[in-house]
């Protein structure tokens, strides 16, 4: 697979148009749910917001949604509930009514009977309410910040076997409902990097005839040029701060980490190696992991992003790459006996478990608290987006109705 790392570099020629419209959300598959999750019922709620946050909960790994055939007595929200008498079926249940463009949500605790009630603002796209209020409950019960009101990106391929061939960038809510296409091109878009404040993509582009690095403003579509270098310019990679940008240029030979001020251009050099250094990602603010063949075959490495010292980081197998990293743990590929899978570990210490089981899963995209890792997976000769909880208990697929579905970004917590 050393190849793949030449690919990924060799990809030529793509024509920026103005944005479309969303051909079709992505369709969402559950494949996978916990049985030994946190057992949770959810009332029905006008309007159908609990459907939505239940889909989240489930996505979570965390959690057993009750059949709701299992407790058929539940009084309506707003009228009192004795939960202690629904311990032995569920430790939590969610009431809620939407409320002046927004929703109200009650969750009760059957071990005390304790109520938290949360109010969730009205937003433009409604989903969102749910997907907050999926938020709370997620972080009242677990202690750890939710992730579901949050964004993905992604990039189709349609009538990829004909010279209509169309490659898409499209941004969509984490479940995929409502994309939004803001790049399209006859030839490969890739390597979509979201910034810190999740309003911008960073992308490589050969709109003019070189290889260039952009960064793009998802709302207004305004877009400036970071890196248009001799030789190779790819892989970008937002530092925390949102002032710079790490990527892979050949400016001096072969790939070699770099990073960029966005503000100035200024240019540093991070590894100088005749190997292919390529896919970084910000460990912090001071520090990358990257995939590097220095050592004979694609493995993990970090470095200050000053320079200086290299430390593997991966010894487990012949191929580790394209590595992600949110709330301490680090997300990649995993090459064995000819299989290549997603597997997380924590970012300090050595033993990985596998989450993926297809023969060729790529791309690992972490939400920003770790729970979720979205990847791309071969199925019947087309790619399809997936998503599984940290601790494998959970797995959804979302394929696309008019092709593949590839290079998955997923977006830090949102800002607007």
């Known amino acids: 697979m050393t190849n793949t790392l030449i690919y990924k570099f060799s990809l030529t ?14 369709e969402l598959r559950i494949s996978k749910t916990s049985d030994d999750g946190i057992p949770i019922y959810l009332a029905n709620i006008a309007g159908g917001a609990n459907g939505i946050i239940e889909g989240d909960l489930k996505r979570s790994g965390r959690f057993t949604v009750i059949d709701r055939s299992k407790i058929t007595n539940i009084p309506a929200y707003g009228s009192t509930l004795n939960a202690g008498a629904y311990s032995n079926i569920a430790d939590y249940i969610v009431r809620g009514k939407p409320l002046n463009g927004g929703l109200e949500v009650e969750l009760t605790s059957t071990s005390d009977n304790a109520k938290t009630i949360y109010n969730i603002s009205s937003n433009s796209n409604n989903r969102r309410v749910a997907h907050q209020a999926a938020d709370k409950i997620y972080e009242k019960i677990t202690r750890e910040r939710g992730a579901f009101d949050t964004r993905l990106a992604y990039v189709t391929v349609t009538n990829k ?7 898409r960038l499209y941004v969509s809510d984490a479940d995929g409902h409502r994309p939004k296409a803001i790049l399209s091109s006859r030839l490969p878009v890739m390597s979509p990097a ?4 999740a309003k911008q993509l960073a992308y490589v582009s050969f ?5 260039a690095i ?10 400036r040029k970071i890196s248009a270098r001799d030789g190779i310019n790819g892989a970008p990679a937002w530092s925390p701060d949102g002032n710079r940008l790490a990527m892979s240029l050949s400016v001096n030979g072969s790939p070699d980490i770099y990073i960029a001020n966005v ?8 590894t100088t190696s ?3 250094d390529t896919e970084p990602s910000w460990s912090g603010t001071n520090s990358l992991v990257f995939t590097s063949n220095r050592g004979g075959s694609p493995q993990l490495y970090r470095i200050a992003a000053s320079g200086g010292t290299v430390q593997r980081l991966t010894f487990d197998g012949k191929y580790n790459s394209a590595a992600d990293i949110a709330n301490k743990k680090l997300a990649y590929v995993r090459g064995n006996r000819g299989a290549f899978n997603i597997a997380i570990r924590s970012l300090n210490s050595s033993g990985a478990d596998t989450l993926s089981n297809g023969q060729l899963d790529e791309s690992p995209t972490l939400s920003p608290n770790g729970a979720m890792v979205a990847y791309t997976t071969l199925k019947n000769g087309d790619n399809t987006l997936a998503v599984v909880s940290d601790n494998a208990k959970a797995r959804q697929f979302l394929t696309s109705p008019v092709g593949d579905v590839r290079e998955p970004a997923w977006s830090p917590y949102l800002t607007q």
């Open 161 to 167: 076997t004909s010279d209509n061939r169309m490659f």
């Open 207 to 211: 709109e003019e005839n070189t290889s």
């Open 13 to 26: 020629f793509l024509l920026f148009i103005s944005s479309v419209s969303a051909m079709a959300e992505l």
């Open 214 to 223: 952009y960064v793009q403003n998802i709302f207004t579509g305004q877009k």
């Open 194 to 197: 979201w910034s810190p404040d």
């Open 274 to 276: 005749s190997a292919i």
């Open 263 to 270: 503000n100035n251009g200024q240019l540093t050099r991070v």
